[in-house]
C-alpha cells in the first residue's frame, strides 16, 4: 500500500473545486488510419493526455519499424503536441534483427493478440514458443511486450469470452518465469483473477485498466452494442476487484484507455464491432469513476505517473486541470458514439496550462 502524501493540488481540489495534475500518459490506444485518424487524433489532447502508446493493429498490422515509423510521422502530422510511443504487432514477419532495429528507432514495445479474438486480430499469435528468440531480444534490448490476455474461445473446453482472460494467466506466469527480465504488460484486465494474478507476478509485469471497464459489468454490454468490447466487462466481484487495486495504488496498475473508435454502423451492426470510444473525455471518466469510488487522489498516480515509471519514462510536464462541473457526454462526435453517450460526468476537462 503506497501511502497518501498530502498534494497541494489536493488541496485546491478542496478550496477551489479543481483538480490539478501533470498531463496523462494513455498507455493503450486505438487511432486508426486514414479519416479516423485524422478524427480522433485531436480528441488525445482534449482528453488530457500527452503521451500515448498507439496499438498496432492496424491494416495491414505494424510489423516492422519501417511501418511503425511512418504511422507516427502520420500521427505527429495531425498533433505533433502528443508524444506518441509507437509499438509493433507480434507475428511471424518479425525477426530478431528487426527487435534490434525497433530498440534502435525508439519503439517502445510489441503488442501480441491471439488470434481471432479481437478486431484485426486475425494475423495474432497461436503458440508463444515460436516467438521465444523474439523476447530474448526484447528482454536484452528493454522493449514491453504488451497481452491481449485472452485465449479463443473453445466450447469442447467450455471457454468462452466470460473465461478467456482467467484461461490466458497461465501463459502469462510462464512468459515472466521463463522471461525474468522482460517487461510485460497484461492490457485492459476485467478480472478478480488477473487482479490476483497482477498481485502476485514479479515487479517486470504490470497491467493497464480502462475508464470503461471500472464501470461495466456484463449486463452493461448485453444487448447494448456500444458498451461491447474485448475484453469483454465480466461479473460485479470482477469489477470490484479492479476498482480496489486502483484505489489501493498499485504502482504497476495505470491507465491505458483501450479506447477503439468505430463508426456508429459498425457498433449498430447485427455483428456488431468490439470497441469503446474514450479518448476525448478519458480524464473526466477516469476523475469521474475514481470519486464515485471514493479515492480521487489516486488520479495522479494512476493516470500520470505509475505507467510512466513502469516503462522508465520521465513523467510529463505540463498541467491538467479538471473542474467539479457537470458535463454532458455529447451524443457523438461525428460518426463515432463516445462512452457513456449523452450521460452527465462530475467533472469538466479545462483548456490545457
Ligand atoms: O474492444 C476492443 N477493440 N478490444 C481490442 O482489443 C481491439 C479494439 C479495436 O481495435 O477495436
Ligand atoms: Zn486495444
Known sequence: MIPRLPFVEEFHTFRMNTLTIPLCDDFHVHVRQDDMMKAVVPYLAAGGMSRVLVMPNTTPPITSTAQALAYKEELEAVDPNITYLMTMYLHPDITVEEVHKAAD???????????????????????????????????????????????????????????????????????????????????????????????EAPETVGATVTAHHLELTVDDWAGQNHNFCKPVAKYPHDRAALREIVAEGHPRVFLGSDSAPHPRNAK?????????????????????????????????????????????????????????????????????????????LSWSLCPHS
Open 105 to 199: 528507432a525508439g519503439i517502445v514495445g510489441i503488442k501480441s493478440y491471439p488470434r481471432g479474438v479481437t478486431t484485426n486480430s486475425d494475423a495474432g499469435i497461436e503458440d508463444y514458443s515460436l516467438y521465444y528468440p523474439l523476447f530474448e531480444a526484447m528482454q536484452e534490448r528493454g522493449l514491453v511486450l504488451e497481452l491481449h490476455g485472452e485465449i479463443p474461445s473453445d466450447h469442447e473446453r467450455d471457454i468462452c469470452v466470460l473465461n478467456a482472460e482467467e484461461y490466458f494467466l497461465s501463459h502469462l506466469k510462464q512468459l515472466y518465469t521463463d522471461f525474468p527480465y522482460l517487461r510485460i504488460v497484461l492490457e485492459h484486465i476485467t478480472t478478480a483473477a488477473a487482479v490476483a494474478a497482477i498481485r
Open 268 to 344: 449498430e451492426a447485427a455483428c456488431g464491432c468490439a470497441g469503446v470510444f474514450t479518448s476525448p473525455l478519458l480524464a473526466a471518466y477516469v476523475a469521474d469513476t475514481l470519486e464515485s469510488l471514493g479515492c480521487l487522489d489516486r488520479m495522479r498516480s494512476f493516470a500520470c505517473e505509475f505507467g510512466a515509471d513502469f516503462y522508465g519514462l520521465p513523467r510529463n510536464e505540463g498541467t491538467l486541470t479538471l473542474s467539479k462541473q457537470t458535463c454532458t457526454v455529447p451524443a457523438s462526435y461525428g460518426d463515432v458514439v463516445p462512452f457513456r453517450a449523452s450521460q452527465k
